[in-house]
């Protein structure tokens, strides 16, 4: 089988792992989510995750809503660790060891995140979840795994979404939306298309840190993305 990346850095949407639900954690989504992880890290591939907290709290929203700025971000970082727990569960009761880390230090709840450590895991055929944002406020989720990844190393971020990829407007919104195969950083910022935050698309960027925008939902797309085949949007 003809894998093309070794190392990996996964990036899930909170709002994804609502599933059918309107708020929190739905258990169907999130084991399928544990099974497709598993069926990669079988294939040898180190992996490097980082989840969002919307399903649970977001900090722009409770900003919006009177919430002190930065401590709406902290309380959006401390979803992230929900759900990397959540996630880390649900990996270890199939049998796949994962070790979840926080940006800032949560001891015994994760391990206080280091570069060396997060790679340390994935060499040892571990799950590095790698939560908390990037520990400071004003950053969204897609800037810290954005940082994450070009930490850790990746040869790719994988943004797993609803969506099969880059459209040239919403898709759900607009039927007459074309998808991009693949787009350049700069085409994305000319265009104002709303894949990540311009920081973590100039971080990629700046770094050559390749992003396959691709759906998470169904179910097998995870490896077919690592094997090569032709689904998602490559953004270079």
């Given at each position: 089988?003809?894998?093309?990346?070794?190392?990996?850095?996964?990036?899930?949407?909170?709002?994804?792992l609502?599933?059918?639900?309107?708020?929190?954690?739905d258990?169907?989504?999130?084991?399928?989510?544990?099974?497709?992880?598993?069926e990669?890290?079988?294939?040898?591939?180190?992996?490097?995750?980082?989840?969002?907290g919307g399903?649970?709290?977001?900090?722009?929203?409770?900003?919006?809503?009177?919430?002190?700025r930065?401590?709406?971000d902290?309380?959006?970082?401390?979803?992230?660790?929900?759900?990397?727990?959540?996630?880390?569960?649900?990996?270890?009761?199939?049998?796949?060891?994962?070790?979840?880390f926080?940006?800032?230090?949560?001891?015994?709840?994760?391990?206080?995140?280091?570069?060396?450590?997060?790679?340390?895991?994935m060499?040892q055929?571990?799950?590095?979840?790698?939560?908390?944002?990037t520990?400071?406020?004003?950053?969204?989720?897609d800037?810290?795994?954005?940082?994450?990844?070009?930490?850790?190393?990746?040869?790719?971020?994988?943004?797993?979404?609803r969506?099969?990829?880059?459209?040239?407007?919403?898709?759900?919104?607009?039927?007459?939306?074309?998808?991009?195969?693949k787009?350049?950083?700069?085409?994305?910022?000319?265009?104002g298309?709303?894949?990540?935050d311009?920081?973590?698309?100039?971080?990629c960027?700046?770094?050559?840190?390749?992003?396959?925008?691709?759906?998470?939902?169904t179910?097998?797309?995870?490896?077919?993305?690592?094997?090569?085949?032709?689904?998602?949007?490559l953004?270079?």
């Amino acid at each position: 089988m003809n894998i093309k990346y070794k190392r990996i850095l996964l990036k899930l949407s909170g709002e994804s792992l609502m599933g059918e639900k309107q708020y929190g954690i739905d258990e169907k989504r999130l084991n399928e989510y544990a099974e497709q992880i598993k069926e990669i890290a079988e294939l040898g591939i180190e992996i490097g995750i980082v989840i969002g907290g919307g399903n649970i709290f977001r900090g722009l929203s409770g900003a919006a809503k009177g919430f002190d700025r930065v401590k709406g971000d902290q309380m959006g970082m401390l979803a992230t660790v929900i759900n990397s727990l959540a996630l880390s569960s649900a990996l270890d009761s199939l049998g796949q060891k994962a070790h979840v880390f926080t940006a800032t230090n949560m001891f015994p709840i994760g391990e206080h995140y280091s570069k060396w450590k997060a790679i340390d895991a994935m060499k040892q055929g571990e799950i590095a979840i790698i939560s908390g944002g990037t520990g400071n406020p004003y950053f969204t989720t897609d800037t810290g795994s954005a940082l994450r990844g070009i930490e850790i190393e990746a040869d790719v971020m994988l943004k797993g979404t609803r969506v099969d990829g880059i459209y040239t407007a919403d898709p759900e919104k607009d039927k007459t939306a074309v998808k991009f195969d693949k787009i350049s950083y700069d085409e994305i910022y000319t265009r104002g298309l709303k894949v990540m935050d311009l920081t973590a698309t100039t971080l990629c960027k700046e770094n050559r840190l390749p992003i396959i925008v691709f759906d998470m939902d169904t179910n097998g797309n995870l490896k077919k993305v690592l094997t090569g085949e032709n689904i998602g949007t490559l953004v270079y």
